[in-house]
C-alpha cells in the first residue's frame, strides 16, 4: 500500500474517531457521507472542533472562511484534502 493510501487511510480512521469522540453515530458514515447536515449532521460549531482536532494530529491549516467549506464535503473528500495539506507542506519543507 502506498505512502498516501495509508495517509488516507489513517485520516478517516481519525476522522471517525473524532466523530465518535464528539458523540456522533459513525453508523454507516463512509467516504460518501456529507459531513453537514444532509450527513453526518456536523453543525459549524462541530465543524470547527473537526477543522481543530485535524489541524493538531496532522498539523495542516484551515482558515476560517474554509470551515464553513467542510460541511458541504464528505468525509473521502475532507480527508483528500487533509492528504493534499499534508503533502504540500512536506514538499515545502524539503
Excluded: H, K, Q, W
Aim: aromatic share 6%; net charge negative.
Amino acid at each position: 500500500m502506498s505512502t498516501e493510501a495509508m495517509s488516507t487511510e489513517e485520516i478517516r480512521a481519525f476522522v471517525l474517531t473524532s466523530l465518535s469522540a464528539m458523540n456522533y453515530d459513525i453508523t454507516g458514515v463512509d467516504d460518501d457521507t456529507l459531513l453537514g447536515p444532509a450527513g453526518a449532521d456536523l453543525e459549524s460549531l462541530s465543524l470547527a472542533e473537526l477543522g481543530v482536532r485535524v489541524e493538531e494530529r496532522f498539523g495542516v491549516t484551515f482558515e476560517d472562511d474554509e470551515a464553513e467549506l467542510l460541511g458541504t464535503m464528505t468525509v473521502g473528500e475532507f480527508g483528500a484534502a487533509v492528504a493534499a495539506r499534508i503533502r504540500s507542506a512536506s514538499a515545502a519543507g524539503r
